[in-house]
C-alpha cells in the first residue's frame, strides 16, 4: 500500500464523474484544494462542460478526510523502492543548509539527527546505513505528507503520509 494520495483521490473522482471519457488532474493549490483539468495525449479533447464537471468532482475531494499514515507502512513503500529512487529521495533530504529534513519542527526532529548521526558511522554496514536512511525518510513523510507524491527530483515514486481516516 503506497497511502491515497490527494491527487490519486481527485483523479479517481473527475474519472468517475466523466466515464467513459477520461482526463489528467493536476493540483495547483492544496489548502484550499484547487486543481487543473487537462486533456489526455491522444483522445478527444474534453468540453468545457465535462472541464466544469470533472473540476468540480475533483475539488470535492475533502483532505480533511485523510490521516498520518504508521511510520511503519511509510517505511514499509520506502524499502520497496529502486536503489536509485532511495538515492534520489536521501539526496534531496540531505540538500540544502540546514539539510531538508532538519528545516521542519516536529516530534520526529531529534529521531531524524539521530538516524542522520548513524549514516555517518563508518563501522555499521552498508545495509544498516541504508535502512537508517529510510527510517529517516518515513519520519520526514509523517511530518510532510505530500513530499512524495511525484516530487519533482523522482516523479516515478508516489508515496503518501497520508491514508483515508
Not at 470535492?60 to 511503519?72: C, Q, S, T, Y
Not at 548521526?117 to 505528507?145: C, N, R, W
Request: charged share 20%.
Amino acid at each position: 500500500m503506497r497511502g491515497v494520495s490527494i491527487i490519486s483521490r481527485c483523479q479517481r473522482a473527475a474519472d468517475k464523474a466523466l466515464a467513459p471519457a477520461k482526463c489528467n488532474v493536476a493540483i495547483t493549490n492544496r489548502n484550499p484544494l484547487i486543481v487543473t483539468i487537462r486533456n489526455v495525449p491522444g483522445r478527444t479533447p474534453l468540453t468545457a462542460m465535462q472541464r466544469t464537471t470533472a473540476k468540480a468532482a475533483a475539488e470535492a475531494v475533502n483532505p480533511a478526510a485523510m490521516k498520518v499514515r504508521l511510520l511503519v507502512s511509510i517505511r514499509n513503500d520506502l524499502t520497496a523502492l529502486t536503489v536509485a529512487q532511495k538515492t534520489a529521495v536521501w539526496d534531496d533530504l540531505t540538500s540544502g543548509t540546514p539539510p531538508k529534513f532538519a528545516a521542519v519542527k516536529s516530534e520526529n526532529t531529534a529521531a531524524m539527527f539521530v538516524l542522520k548521526f548513524l549514516t555517518e558511522v563508518p563501522s555499521l554496514a552498508s545495509g544498516d546505513i541504508t535502512a537508517a536512511k529510510m527510517h529517516l525518510a518515513a519520519l520526514y513523510v509523517q511530518d510532510v505528507p505530500f513530499y512524495l507524491e511525484q516530487p519533482a527530483f523522482a516523479p516515478t515514486v508516489n508515496i503518501s503520509g497520508l491514508e483515508l481516516a
